[in-house]
């Protein structure tokens, strides 16, 4: 089991960037797939991007339009969502996540069931 600790989260403004990290602790950290996830008020969790254990293999949902980046330090255990271009509707609370997979498909993504291990999250405000 991991336990996740995200931050880098704040107040930013519709165009600007914002750099989340994850931190991770506990054994199999090389064995986790990592997921960013993201609740927007009053809507439902969706996943936004995942990495596999290696960092070989990465996804994004369709709603990043190529404006975010996943990437991992498996020697610091750390993930890092770089987040660009931000408009409004990027708000919410980003959540960090840990499966006990190797690699990160479209599938993955899409089921939040399948990640055993969640941080906190922070929270991300785009506004003027």
């Known amino acids: 089991q991991l336990q996740l600790v995200e931050s880098g989260g704040g107040l930013v403004q519709p165009g600007g960037s914002a750099r989340l990290s994850c931190v991770a602790s506990g054994i199999g950290f090389n064995y986790f797939a990592i997921g960013w996830f993201r609740q927007a008020p009053g809507k439902e969790r969706e996943g936004v991007s995942c990495?596999?254990?290696?960092?070989?293999?990465?996804k994004y949902a369709d709603s990043t339009e190529g404006r975010f980046t996943i990437s991992r330090d498996n020697a610091e255990k750390t993930i890092y969502l770089q987040l660009d271009s931000l408009r409004p509707k990027g708000t919410g609370v980003y959540y960090c996540a840990g499966a006990y997979w190797t690699t990160c498909t479209s599938r993955l993504l899409s089921a939040s069931r399948f990640f055993s291990s969640w941080g906190q999250g922070t929270q991300v405000t785009v506004s003027s």
């Open positions: 990495i596999s254990s290696s960092g070989d293999v990465t």
